[in-house]
């Protein structure tokens, strides 16, 4: 296991509701040993002016996921986690229903995480890919 003590998904999903991943209607739906997953609805939140997922959203997804990881690989009481880079490739548009990002690894270092993310369609097609590098820094 990577993270640095066990979480629930309820505790994930039970944080405060005044930021952005929880306006757009994230939700945290499964913890394994090496990676994090989450839900999106593409409804009119997520909605770019033509009907389909603005590629904004998926890059809130994708930078909620590893940002969240990587604070749950670090002792909150000394460290933080703060996105340092993200990238995203748009492969496909998705009209409605929910999208699933799954979050592992690629690099957990002393001072930088790099996490790839993958974003499906309830069909089980990726719809986009990215990669976050998340910086480690003290906690003030």
């Not at 939700?27 to 590629?55: K, N």
């Not at 990881?69 to 548009?93: F, Q, Y």
Request: hydrophobic share 40%.
């Amino acid at each position: 296991m990577i993270w640095f003590r066990e979480y629930t998904v309820k505790e994930l999903n039970d944080r405060p509701k005044k930021h952005i991943g929880a306006l757009i209607g994230i939700e945290f739906t499964e913890i394994t040993a090496d990676s994090l997953s989450a839900t999106m609805p593409v409804d009119e939140r997520t909605h770019q002016p033509y009907g389909i997922l603005h590629g904004g959203a998926s890059v809130v997804l994708a930078e909620s996921l590893g940002s969240v990881a990587s604070n749950m690989i670090l002792d909150e009481n000394l460290k933080m986690g703060v996105g340092l880079e993200i990238n995203a490739n748009h492969l496909r548009p998705v009209k409605s229903g929910f999208v699933t990002g799954i979050c592992k690894p690629i690099h957990i270092g002393g001072k930088t995480h790099v996490w790839e993310i993958k974003i499906y369609d309830d069909r089980g097609k990726m719809n986009c890919i990215s990669r976050l590098t998340v910086a480690v820094i003290p906690k003030t």
